[in-house]
């Protein structure tokens, strides 16, 4: 992929939308993305030689900037994604020769499943890179691509990787969120306040620190809230705490080529019940080489500016790289 993958970015369209996006948010990787994929290596300004096409339009932006607060209407943000790929499809050959099937958009916002229905060769054809990734709600885990949700909220990883020995991580398994979602209320019912190795919170008292208490435990869980994604699995990585994932319908960021089971925990949802059993059913050895292995693995999940190899940039084009491999591409036109 690193000697021959090219990319070419469509220069339609002005930011705050189009080319640019948050990198001080929950949705940071969106921005970061769109604008490292700017000034990135695999870029190329000759479309002919590019295996594939980015639209680089924000559904963050979409939602801060045309959507109406509170109106619950998303037609403008429906309509003005599909006008940007409509101005594409006329003034450039690439979008109408495949339909589509060469290109990929990126979102991290929950509304990017939503926004690409707009646009039926986007969700049918093109390849979408999406926080959100349920299979319950259209998420094909063969052409999609799963990225991380990622919350940098000084816009950079400083202070953020990094925690103690397995040995002074003195909590079993940790938890602070507010309830969103069917799964969290179950959490919360059967273990708010009924055991002191089990700390879950609704929401922590103001003189407790977040990720201090990442720091002090084993494991951390990651459930779903309204949507599937959450940057606690990144957190969690980040400060050497293994995730416990308890989602439904989630494709896991990166498992065509990252083992999940070695470095988390998957608990299905009729087992919250089970939590603290199933943890402590896990031999020290075993949590001790989870633990480790997450360590190892925290390097394709870290943002760094500019990318390094095998950091999230470079897994998330992998990823991409990967699809457009699986897609025999064939000129509809040609075919008439």
Avoid at 47 to 71: C, D, G, R, W
Avoid at 79 to 92: E, L
Wanted: aromatic residues 12%; proline residues 8%.
């Amino acid at each position: 992929m690193e000697k021959r993958l090219k990319i070419y970015v469509y220069e339609e369209g002005d930011p705050p939308v189009f080319h640019y996006g948050p990198c001080k948010h929950t949705y940071a990787i969106e921005g970061f993305f769109i604008q490292t994929m700017e000034i990135s290596r695999f870029r190329t300004s000759n479309p002919k030689e590019a295996h594939i096409f980015f639209l680089p339009f924000s559904v963050t932006m979409l939602t801060q900037v045309i959507y109406v607060a509170e109106s619950h209407d998303w037609s403008l943000m429906k309509k003005t994604a599909s006008d940007y790929v409509n101005v594409i499809a006329q003034k450039h050959p690439y979008w109408n020769r495949t339909l589509g099937a060469d290109h990929f958009m990126l979102a991290c916002h929950d509304w990017g499943p939503e926004i690409s229905f707009a646009i039926p060769y986007l969700h049918q054809n093109a390849i979408r890179a999406l926080c959100n990734a349920n299979t319950s709600e259209r998420f094909d885990a063969i052409r999609d691509v799963s990225i991380p949700e990622i919350l940098l909220p000084a816009g950079t990883i400083d202070g953020m990787l990094g925690g103690p020995s397995p040995s002074k991580r003195p909590i079993l398994v940790f938890y602070a969120g507010g309830v969103h979602g069917p799964i969290r209320p179950i959490l919360l019912e059967h273990w708010e306040n009924k055991d002191p190795d089990v700390q879950i919170y609704k929401y922590l008292p103001k003189n407790i620190s977040y990720y201090g208490m990442v720091r002090k435990s084993r494991y951390c869980i990651c459930p779903s809230g309204y949507e599937v994604a959450s940057p606690r699995m990144v957190e969690g990585l980040y400060m050497g705490c293994v995730p416990v994932l308890i989602k439904d319908d989630y494709v896991i960021p990166f498992s065509d080529v990252l083992n999940w089971k070695t470095f988390s925990v998957i608990i299905p949802v009729k087992d919250i019940p089970n939590l603290k059993k199933i943890l402590l059913s896990i031999p020290q050895r075993q949590y001790i080489k989870m633990q480790r292995r997450g360590i190892q693995m925290r390097k394709h999940f870290v943002v760094n500016s500019p990318p390094k190899r095998y950091d999230v940039f470079h897994m998330i084009l992998h990823s991409i790289w990967l699809r457009r491999l699986n897609i025999r591409l064939r000129d509809v036109h040609a075919e008439e």
